[in-house]
């Protein structure tokens, strides 16, 4: 027990005033402490932006190209990336408990690339997830697809659980294969997941993106998509971040590039510095050309 403070010299700062400032992300203002500080690990206080690195495709995949072996070519990639997003059997297998960023977990599946993707269901137990000490969890939800009720209640579920446990639901927008991917349809899709309470929203690039993220309340980080050529895939993030995007959320086109950590960097200067594309792809290069003379 400490002992009894005698003195009477107090200093309470009168001419100080108390700070009330507001959380640096839009629509998480009236969030709990705890779920603020997870998003703080997701999004960059300085810049308010964040680059996801998503390597959970094997739970639907496979072994994808890249991803053969995450322990050689995914953990030299973690220093640069602001969160990480992936299953919990990779968590725990092979990437390092040392990992001092935000995780976000993969929480839906079921179906495999020979199924009816829609068909997704909850995968993992909130209790896991609390164990896994994550700053998010993923859900896929089909708006449009085959299960699409079915996915929206599997997000509200999760949104309920996480509120509990005061862990974000970022809600992943899946565009089928018949699907239009435009702004109309965007705009549906982000706007559903928001009013029903996600916390964040991944969603595709499109024309008029710009009107997507107005009427989105919470934050958008863009997916990444198929592989693109290195020049298109910084354009892409660029555009996106200038039409209101938060962040994106990249895999194959950081893993499947021809130099993923020169990549990663490249996105980054995208992101957090507003590079302009061109710019960025000459210090891809410059990254590159270096490691091969090293």
Same mark, same amino acid.
């Given at each position: 027990?400490?002992?009894?403070?005698?003195?009477?010299?107090?200093?309470?700062?009168?001419?100080?005033?108390?700070?009330?400032?507001?959380?640096?992300?839009?629509?998480?203002?009236?969030?709990?402490?705890?779920?603020?500080?997870?998003?703080?690990?997701?999004?960059?206080?300085?810049?308010? &932006?964040? =680059?996801?690195?998503?390597?959970? +495709? !094997?739970?639907?995949?496979?072994?994808? $190209?890249?991803?053969? *072996?995450?322990? @050689?070519?995914?953990?030299?990639?973690?220093?640069?990336?602001?969160?990480?997003?992936?299953?919990?059997?990779?968590?725990?297998?092979?990437?390092?408990?040392?990992?001092?960023?935000?995780?976000?977990?993969?929480?839906?599946?079921?179906?495999?690339?020979?199924?009816?993707?829609?068909?997704?269901?909850?995968?993992?137990?909130?209790?896991?997830?609390?164990?896994?000490?994550?700053?998010?969890?993923?859900?896929?939800?089909?708006?449009?697809?085959?299960?699409?009720?079915?996915?929206?209640?599997?997000?509200? &579920?999760? =949104?309920?659980?996480?509120?509990? +446990? !005061?862990?974000?639901?970022?809600?992943? $927008?899946?565009?089928? *294969?018949?699907? @239009?991917?435009?702004?109309?349809?965007?705009?549906?899709?982000?706007?559903?997941?928001?009013?029903?309470?996600?916390?964040?929203?991944?969603?595709?690039?499109?024309?008029?993106?710009?009107?997507?993220?107005?009427?989105?309340?919470?934050?958008?980080?863009?997916?990444?998509?198929?592989?693109?050529?290195?020049?298109?895939?910084?354009?892409?993030?660029?555009?996106?971040?200038?039409?209101?995007?938060?962040?994106?959320?990249?895999?194959?086109?950081?893993?499947?590039?021809?130099?993923?950590?020169?990549?990663?960097?490249? =996105?980054?200067?995208?992101?957090?510095? !507003?590079?302009?594309?061109?710019?960025?792809?000459?210090?891809?290069?410059?990254?590159?050309?270096?490691?091969?003379?090293?």
């Amino acid at each position: 027990m400490p002992e009894k403070d005698d003195k009477d010299a107090k200093n309470f700062h009168l001419d100080v005033p108390t700070p009330n400032e507001p959380f640096f992300l839009r629509g998480s203002n009236s969030l709990d402490w705890g779920l603020k500080n997870r998003l703080a690990k997701i999004f960059n206080p300085e810049s308010g &932006r964040t =680059v996801m690195l998503a390597i959970d +495709h !094997g739970y639907f995949q496979g072994p994808t $190209t890249g991803l053969e *072996r995450v322990d @050689v070519n995914i953990v030299p990639l973690l220093p640069y990336s602001d969160t990480l997003m992936c299953t919990r059997g990779i968590l725990r297998s092979t990437i390092p408990p040392s990992y001092g960023k935000g995780v976000v977990l993969r929480m839906s599946g079921g179906p495999s690339i020979l199924k009816e993707l829609s068909n997704e269901r909850l995968a993992v137990d909130i209790e896991d997830a609390v164990r896994l000490n994550v700053a998010a969890m993923a859900v896929q939800v089909f708006v449009g697809g085959e299960y699409e009720t079915q996915s929206v209640h599997n997000m509200t &579920r999760l =949104v309920d659980a996480g509120l509990k +446990h !005061g862990i974000a639901t970022l809600a992943v $927008t899946a565009v089928g *294969r018949d699907m @239009v991917r435009d702004a109309k349809y965007m705009r549906l899709a982000c706007r559903m997941c928001a009013e029903l309470g996600a916390t964040y929203v991944k969603t595709y690039y499109c024309d008029d993106f710009d009107t997507v993220a107005a009427s989105c309340p919470v934050p958008i980080v863009i997916a990444g998509g198929k592989k693109l050529e290195e020049r298109e895939a910084l354009t892409m993030a660029h555009n996106a971040i200038q039409s209101g995007a938060l962040g994106v959320d990249m895999g194959r086109n950081i893993f499947q590039s021809e130099n993923p950590q020169a990549m990663i960097q490249a =996105v980054r200067k995208v992101v957090h510095e !507003g590079e302009q594309p061109d710019r960025a792809y000459d210090y891809f290069l410059t990254l590159k050309n270096e490691k091969k003379s090293a």
